[in-house]
């Protein structure tokens, strides 16, 4: 099969699947109130809420609050006050193709909402669209100028000297390179389906090392 074949049969894939997507409008998508707490380039940290109070004082009185009456074990939990002041942060690099909501999806299918109700302090990056001029920031520099600074605005904001570091998809590689140019700062490092062997990519690989895929014609003209 040909890349363009194969581009083709993807499109018309994705296609298939923008009904359900449209739906999902009607659903309360990542329902975790949060602070923005630092916002630099593409990147914007926030810190979940812990407080049963503040959440139920977002929109929750959409049809999705039934599934919280159906719940007493799930109810029952954001009862707990937990104190938080001695526990490491836990800081979530998401992947950078998916949505930041899909570890925070809907009212009790979170994992967001399952860490907070656990009395942890939680923070994640939200990636944003880039401006034109990202394209000129090199690998070393968005590692050392901007997760650096994300890392060190979680450890004074949370007022630790380490932090739990979890990694989704892409987020995870990122993660992996983090702990090992800031290892002092990491207290654990948890991966969920992150690559970290790119020598065998499946039909990735071999679609992005055909001699068409000009990967350094593709940089120059549409960058990073």
């Known amino acids: 099969m040909n890349n363009a074949l194969m581009l083709k049969e993807t499109l018309q894939a994705?296609?298939?699947?923008?009904?359900?997507?449209?739906?999902?409008?009607?659903?309360?998508i990542a329902p975790t109130p949060f602070d923005v707490i630092y916002e630099?380039?593409?990147?914007r940290?926030?810190?979940?809420h812990?407080?049963?109070t503040t959440r139920e004082s977002t929109s929750h009185e959409s049809h999705l609050s039934a599934i919280h009456q159906t719940d007493n074990r799930a109810q029952s939990s954001t009862d707990i006050q937990i104190d938080t002041q001695n526990q490491e942060p836990i800081l979530i690099i998401p992947s950078l193709i998916n949505r930041h909501y899909v570890l925070d999806l809907l009212p009790n299918k979170s994992l967001i909402e399952y860490l907070v109700n656990q009395?942890?302090?939680?923070?994640?990056?939200?990636?944003?669209?880039?401006?034109?001029?990202?394209?000129?920031i090199t690998k070393e520099q968005f590692f050392q100028f901007h997760l650096t600074k994300v890392m060190e605005q979680v450890l004074a904001d949370s007022k630790k000297e380490q932090l739990h570091l979890w990694g989704h998809c892409l987020g995870g590689t990122i993660a992996c390179a983090m702990a090992a140019l800031i290892p002092q700062a990491i207290r654990s490092l948890t991966l969920i389906t992150s690559p970290i062997d790119f020598a065998e990519m499946g039909k990735l690989g071999l679609w992005a090392k055909t001699p068409e895929f000009d990967l350094k014609t593709l940089l120059d003209s549409y960058g990073n």
């Not at 630099?40 to 990147?43: E, G, R, S, V």
């Not at 940290?45 to 979940?48: A, E, I, K, N, T």
């Open 14 to 28: 994705w296609q298939g699947l923008m009904p359900q997507h449209a739906m999902l409008s009607k659903f309360q």
């Open 50 to 52: 812990t407080s049963k």
């Open 40 to 43: 630099k380039a593409n990147i």
């Open 119 to 136: 009395g942890q302090a939680v923070y994640m990056i939200h990636w944003l669209p880039p401006e034109p001029e990202a394209q000129y």
């Open 45 to 48: 940290l926030v810190r979940y």
